[in-house]
Every structure is written in C-alpha cells, then in structure tokens.
Nanobody
Framework: QVQLVESGGGLVQAGGSLRLSCAASGQSFSSLAMGWFRQAPGKERQFVAA???????FYADSVKGRFTISRDNAKNTVYLQMNSLKPEDTAVYYCAADRNRLVVTSTPRMWGQGTQVTVSS
C-alpha cells in the first residue's frame, strides 16, 4: 500500500500562487498514476489534474492554463503548481494514486488526507 501526504496549502490572495506537494511512501511510485482532486464546502469532490507514469498530463477545464502537475520519481513526489488563483479555487486539495492510469481521473483507490487552500478576494 502507498501512503500519500500532502503539504503546501495555505491562504493566498486572488492572483497569487501556491505549490502543493504530495510525498508518497511505499513501493513503485514511478509506476503509479497520480492525481489531484479538490472538494469545496458543500460540494462534491472534483478532479483537478493527473499525471501518468510516462508523464502524460490531464487537467480539468477550470484549471487549464493556470495549474501544472508534475512529478519527481527520484523524490517520490508529485506537485501541483497553482497560478492565477481565484476565490473559487478555495477547497481541500487531495492527492490520489492508482496503479491503473485509466481510473486516476475518476476513481483512484489511494488518497491522502488533504490540504486546505484558501484564496481571498
């Protein structure tokens, strides 16, 4: 099993930037498909971004051009660089993983505990 620990959340003004990190412990990080999801108060959890083991990336329309997902297999870490943040980006952000790349954008089986991102207007 893989443990996922997020960090990097916080409070930022609209237009600012944050970088989230997700450190994975366990085996075979390089073979995992990794993703980021978010959940705002009173709303369902939604997909944000994903990266496959080969480096292919995928984004929700709402974050395209503003967020960038990347991974460092040597550090067992996946990142989410968030630029031009908006108040509607406020949510708890979760790191996720799955060995099946086809489900990482929808129903990944491994989850972190989440980190709060708050964007003030």
């Amino acid at each position: 099993q893989v443990q996922l620990v997020e960090s990097g959340g916080g409070l930022v003004q609209a237009g600012g930037s944050l970088r989230l990190s997700c450190a994975a412990s366990g085996q075979s990080f390089s073979s995992l498909a990794m993703g980021w999801f978010r959940q705002a108060p009173g709303k369902e959890r939604q997909f944000v971004a994903a990266i496959w083991s080969g480096g292919s990336t995928f984004y929700a329309d709402s974050v395209k051009g503003r967020f960038t997902i990347s991974r460092d297999n040597a550090k067992n870490t996946v990142y989410l660089q968030m630029n031009s943040l908006k108040p509607e980006d406020t949510a708890v952000y979760y790191c996720a993983a799955d060995r099946n790349r086809l489900v990482v954008t929808s129903t990944p089986r491994m989850w972190g505990q989440g980190t709060q991102v708050t964007v003030s207007s």
